[in-house]
């Protein structure tokens, strides 16, 4: 054996799976879609190496879109490998729907082992299965497993050499006739009352019911963000920051005699915020001003997902995104963007056509910041009151509004209805849960700190130089002229292809008021996005899109920033 392909439905735990097998961090959630490109890691069997693919979600080897397509690329490119093993992971809470997927890679020429993934679940929605029977039916290993808790996980590693081709025979006309074959032959179901869970995703699908659900649970997220946020800061790291570790660095760092070195290590001036020194605002802005707002976004957002509530809010807006030219399920893309725009990105594939993903993409680019800029902007802007914040967040999501009504009406082609699974509520396991935070948290320590560090030291250099004043001159008028803006923004607004949540925070020092502050923000949100965004996007829409969309929102940067600058001004 030298490669084990996890296959299975959406949502049937792959990726949980495929994390206790390689030990390798991925994010899962309790929506379908979580996974659409492959992701590989490695495992011994024995003392051999083995490596390990998690196949994007498919409901059947019949490609319907772009991540489906890769399953069956991955599937086709190891048919007739005997080195291959593929390893079919169901949901055994609903083994009808997925034992579809299943007997059509009975048909394959290729070695199979079925996994019975969330068993514990069957005890509680009243299902049993007899295990022996469906192995004596299929012909192949089949294991049972909770992959969350790793419970017979070994049991599976320990089978994995047992896979084989299986014998089964059926006509393809027949296939749904088989399924139900074998659900009679191997699953009975007793019967029982409905949960408190069940009678609580009633609701919360329900329009009225679930509108007001969805608002208490939106208030819930920005306040138990804002708790744990302001708490982190005021009661922990700020008092840490400065009483402790400001002292001491300064005391080290006047040893040094070159005055040039000292300025860039501890910055112009006292205030942290404003000194642009390395070992100052370089560390502050990050870990004291952003991490704990981004701490608390991770969390609720991790909790939301794992508990089941993202596909419920699909179904709920479905009538709302079908005015914008798109089914509800694109709220699970967008929602993703609010945590960063690259996986949301990568989520628009589980949309059918490329007009839906133009029209996600826009939404997804402009109706909210990712996760970063959104602590940064309720940490720049939150002291001047919650309005301003409230402000910059409406005005976002009515540009947004308005840009999908126009390109609604502008491309050509229908809007498809929304055919979506939904997932029981689950709890949400603190373990699994604390490491997907960790996962989130660890791509802002490697990719995010080190840009703001490097950001802070080149403005610190250019500001010993004194180049900033002739760059804000060049850059600056325009801005001012436009926006209302510091011409030494320019410099900010610059840096914002790199990273937009930093450029963001870098906002701190120039002491914006209140109207800057929501001019600032709206504009450094829609002019451009961040180049790791815009060169996913042009992947998955091609160039020309990606440019037309540039296009769109730097020209709508500009415009809305221009606008409230006039307002303001009146005002």
């Not at 290993?141 to 590693?157: F, S």
Request: a neutral charge; aromatic letters at 8%.
């Amino acid at each position: 054996m030298k490669k084990i392909l996890l296959m299975g439905n959406p949502n049937v735990g792959k990726s949980v799976v495929f994390s206790r097998l390689t030990g390798v961090g991925v994010i899962s959630s309790n929506y379908p879609g979580t996974t659409v490109e492959f992701v590989s890691g490695s495992m011994k069997v024995g003392d051999q190496k083995v490596d390990v693919v998690d196949v994007p979600g498919t409901y059947s080897l019949e490609p319907t879109n772009p991540a489906e397509k890769v399953a069956l690329e991955l599937l086709n490119d190891a048919v007739g490998d005997k080195g291959v093993v593929v390893v079919n992971v169901l949901d055994a809470t609903n083994l009808e729907r997925n034992l579809n997927l299943t007997l059509q890679l009975l048909k394959k020429d290729i070695l199979l082992i079925v996994v019975l993934n969330l068993w514990d679940e069957t005890k509680h929605t009243g299902i049993t299965i007899n295990i022996g029977k469906l192995e004596a039916i299929l012909g192949i290993p089949v294991v049972p497993t909770v992959a969350v808790t790793g419970e017979r996980i070994k049991e599976l590693i320990g089978r994995l050499n047992e896979a084989k081709k299986s014998i089964y025979e059926y006509e393809d006309a027949e296939k749904w006739h088989e399924v139900g074959k074998i659900i009679e032959q191997v699953q009975t179901v007793r019967h029982r009352h409905h949960t408190f869970w069940e009678m609580l995703g009633d609701l919360t699908i329900k329009p009225v019911t679930g509108i007001m659900i969805a608002l208490v649970i939106l208030a819930a997220t920005f306040y138990v963000i804002r708790l744990i946020g302001e708490g982190l800061i005021n009661i922990l790291l700020d008092p840490l920051f400065n009483n402790l570790y400001l002292p001491f660095i300064a005391r080290i760092v006047s040893l040094i005699p070159v005055p040039f070195i000292r300025a860039l290590l501890l910055g112009t001036t006292p205030n942290v915020l404003e000194s642009f020194g390395l070992l100052t605002t370089a560390l502050y802005i990050p870990l004291v001003v952003v991490l704990p707002y981004l701490f608390g976004f991770y969390l609720v957002l991790s909790f939301l997902e794992d508990w089941g509530y993202l596909p419920r809010l699909a179904v709920l807006l479905d009538s709302i995104f079908h005015r914008l030219g798109l089914h509800g399920y694109s709220a699970i893309p967008i929602i993703l963007g609010l945590g960063c725009k690259v996986p949301a990105m990568l989520a628009t594939r589980i949309l059918e056509t490329r007009r839906e993903k133009v029209i996600a993409v826009a939404l997804i680019m402009m109706s909210a910041p990712c996760m970063p800029q959104t602590a940064m902007i309720v940490s720049l802007v939150m002291p001047h009151g919650a309005g301003y914040v409230a402000l910059i967040f409406g005005i976002l999501i009515v540009i947004a509004a308005l840009t999908g009504f126009f390109l609604n009406k502008l491309l050509r082609g229908e809007t498809p209805e929304l055919f979506v699974e939904i997932p029981p509520y689950r709890i949400p396991r603190l373990s699994i849960l604390f490491r997907k935070v960790w996962l989130r948290l660890s791509t802002f320590f490697i990719e995010a700190i080190p840009l703001i560090i490097l950001g802070v030291f080149f403005i610190g250099i250019l500001e010993q130089l004194k180049v900033i004043n002739a760059l804000s001159v060049i850059l600056g008028a325009p801005l001012e002229y436009i926006l209302g803006l510091p011409p030494q923004t320019a410099l900010v607004m610059i840096s914002g292809f790199l990273r937009k949540d930093v450029s963001i925070a870098l906002l701190a020092p120039y002491n914006l008021g209140p109207e800057q502050l929501v001019i600032a923000c709206i504009f450094l949100v829609l002019y451009l996005p961040c180049c790791a965004t815009f060169f996913t996007m042009a992947r998955e829409l091609g160039w020309r899109d990606a440019l037309r969309i540039l296009l769109i929102l730097l020209g709508s940067g500009f415009l809305v920033g221009g606008i409230l600058n006039l307002i303001f001004k009146i005002i």
